[in-house]
């Protein structure tokens, strides 16, 4: 076997000598909806990825000869694929992912698998039947680490590990980490769309390896499924736009010190999902913001184009800050349009959106930092002993090199989003935040004040009606022949409401299949940008997996 590994090794070495190269793919925006294999010799590897519209990061694997475009997911841990692969072989197993919204489903089979340098003989995958919202020749690659994988838990053996797992212990020289860099296509100093690697860093990057190694917070073994690359936010290391620390408490039950928050980094996640409290002072005091329902996305903050919302995350001691143009996003983005405030203001999305799924009683996490936060740093994800019969006592960890510069920052704000004219934006902030129940606040105002009209309508006809009755009772008394019952004229009809969201979510009909064992999927029914659920961009928006069966 090791023979044979070290055969396989050396024609690879010889195939990636030849043609080892790197290209940066600029990205471009397209309406809803990867490039060639680059390597970096044999036992590490670099791909870059395509950047659709900062929505969702696509790199190319080929599986069975035939090329797929997949999307990075550092918060699942299964690959899976929509269409046939030829010459793929049948495992008679079945599995799934249930993600935030949706799901895919269907047979595992395992083909020869290329990635970013690597070649795997027998990984397996779920093969999808291609739909409008999962074309064929599409899927997603996922990162996470193997406790996570369900092909792997109805496999029940090696032959179901996933992707990363199979590349470290085929490659056992090569480094068990991954890196990621995703780009920002409308930045107007650094355009590019992203880089994936593994097992190496990118030149220009190497100093993320002397940043501060954040510790992976291990879940309880109960919830072994449900494991992340995540990590604790330092006390008051949430630094909102006034430079000021925003309170947070802690519902994970391990962590002792609850004034830090669990954050998950999740590469699928367009929206960051924050606490409540937490959102409303990123956004909330803002001139013009308000909490309300945007069609496809959900419940979140909205703000004037025009206001530079700053943010700054702290780790390990050590200040991420978030550009400007992460914090709110474009609306046409999405390809929306008409997204205002009640003063008829154009309004930017919120992307670090309050909770919008059930996170459960007992949590393992308090908040997730999905692409707002991820394109502002470099990220080295080291995978210690999360690998499949590690041997090794290491732990897991992340290191973060920012890669934002908040003078840059600045400026680039300045010049997309206010058209050079610094002086068009108005960062004044209010003393205190807008009320996240404004709206339902004056809904049930509203609704209270209808309840009392009712009341006193219901009494003044409760008191006409004894009225009428005594007066035909005493009229039928003196002529019997006389009384006809009393028909109401018309009917009477509520008022109509008077409260609406400034921007209605319509509910999403998700294929949704129960997991087997009858549990519920962990995370509760969101709505979806662009497409179906469980369609590629529906996925990028609030993908989370669960374990199948668990």
Not at 104 to 131: C, H, M, N, R, W
Not at 301 to 313: G, K
Not at 445 to 454: E, S
């Amino acid at each position: 076997m090791i023979g044979t590994n070290l055969a396989l090794a050396a024609l690879s070495w010889l195939a990636l000598e030849a043609s080892a190269f790197h290209v940066r793919m600029e990205g471009q925006i397209r309406p809803r909806s990867a490039s060639s294999l680059a390597a970096r010799g044999n036992l590490e590897g670099t791909s870059p990825l395509t950047n659709s519209a900062d929505i969702s990061y696509y790199t190319n694997v080929t599986l069975g000869g035939e090329q797929f475009k997949v999307l990075i997911d550092t918060g699942s841990s299964d690959l899976w694929v929509a269409g046939s692969v030829k010459n793929a072989k049948d495992t008679g197993h079945t599995s799934g992912v249930t993600y935030a919204v949706g799901a895919v489903k269907g047979p595992i089979k395992t083909a020869e698998l290329e990635f970013s340098g690597f070649t795997v003989p027998d990984q397996a995958y779920i093969e999808v039947t291609p739909s409008r919202s999962q074309p064929a020749s599409v899927g997603l690659i996922g990162l996470g680490p193997n406790s996570g994988s369900n092909v792997y838990q109805e496999m029940g053996d090696d032959s179901g590990m996933a992707v990363l797992d199979s590349i470290f212990t085929q490659n056992t020289s090569t480094p068990n980490y991954i890196t990621v860099l995703l780009g920002r296509l409308d930045d107007p100093t650094d355009t590019f769309p992203g880089d994936l690697t593994v097992g190496t860093v990118l030149d220009n990057y190497t100093d993320v390896q002397s940043q501060p190694k954040l510790n992976v917070t291990e879940v309880p073994v109960r919830d072994e499924g449900d494991q992340h690359f995540q990590i604790l936010i330092d006390e008051g290391g949430i630094i909102g736009p006034d430079g000021k620390s925003i309170n947070v408490s802690s519902e994970v039950d391990e962590t002792q010190n609850k004034k830090q928050a669990t954050a998950v980094l999740d590469t699928g996640f367009s929206l960051s999902q924050v606490p409540m409290n937490v959102a409303a002072a990123i956004y909330g005091r803002f001139p013009g913001a308000e909490y309300a329902n945007v069609t496809g996305v959900g419940a979140t903050w909205i703000v004037p184009c025009s206001a530079e919302v700053n943010l700054t995350i702290k780790l390990s001691g050590k200040e991420y800050p978030v550009h400007p143009m992460d914090t709110t996003l474009d609306p046409a983005t999405l390809g929306l349009t008409g997204v205002k405030n009640s003063d008829g203001d154009d309004c930017c999305i919120g992307t670090y959106q309050p909770v919008s799924f059930d996170i459960g009683d007992s949590p393992t996490y308090d908040m997730i930092l999905g692409m707002s936060f991820i394109r502002n740093v470099y990220a080295l994800f080291n995978y210690g002993d999360f690998l499949v019969d590690s041997k090794g006592k290491a732990d897991p960890y992340i290191q973060l090199l920012s890669t934002t510069d908040p003078s840059e920052a600045h400026s680039d704000f300045v010049k997309v989003r206010l058209n050079g004219d610094a002086s068009a934006g108005d960062n004044t902030l209010s003393a205190n935040p807008a009320s996240t129940t404004t709206t339902h606040a004056q809904k049930g105002i509203r609704l209270a004040t209808v309840g009392i009209v009712f009341c006193v309508i219901a009494i003044v006809f409760g008191v006409l009606a004894v009225v009428l009755f005594l007066v035909r009772r005493r009229r039928r008394n003196m002529a019997k022949g006389r009384y006809a019952p009393l028909e109401p004229q018309g009917g009477f009809k509520p008022p109509p409401g008077a409260y609406q969201e400034a921007f209605p979510t319509e509910p999403v009909q998700a294929y949704d299949p129960a997991p087997h064992g009858g549990q519920p999927p962990a995370y509760g029914q969101q709505p979806a940008y662009g497409q179906e659920a469980h369609g590629q961009e529906a996925h990028a928006m609030q993908p989370y997996s669960t374990p199948w069966g668990r």
